[in-house]
């Protein structure tokens, strides 16, 4: 073989390599992909049935209900336009509570209920997640206009 066609054989060799490790890496990427909804948005039909997202607004005052065992706990999450039920089990953060911001991570099962792996809470006063803020500024949007119609 000539020094040519090695030369020529070992880069199409480490472009092949190259183009492997670059498929692996976009697949791994893909599937660790985590989407975020808002209870409008998967009330709307748009988030996935069966897959994990997150899903974000404010809990609903009065919808935290635990159960006897301490750790299952269900609770509404809003962005002031509409509400979705979550399962969770698991512990809370310590900040958790009715009228703050969440973001949840889970399922939404096939009966609308969103059961959730993961539950994030606010971290001070001033902080609510960017996603969820948009969200429930969208909403109220949304319910100024449907007021003015």
Known sequence: MKPRHKRIAIIVAGLAVLGIAA???LNAFQ???V????????????APIGKTFRIGGMV??????READGLT????????????????TGILPDLFREGKGVVAQGRLGEDGVFRASEVLAKHDE?????????????AHKAARTMKAD
């Open 23 to 25: 498929g692996l890496v």
């Open 31 to 33: 599937s660790n992909l």
């Open 35 to 46: 989407f975020f909804f808002t209870p409008t948005q998967v009330e709307a039909r748009e």
């Open 126 to 138: 001033n902080y609510m997640p960017p996603e969820a803020a948009h969200a429930v500024e969208q």
């Open 60 to 65: 609903e005052e009065g919808s935290l209900k």
């Open 73 to 88: 706990v269900h609770f509404k999450v809003t962005d002031t336009a509409k509400a979705i039920p979550v399962l969770y």
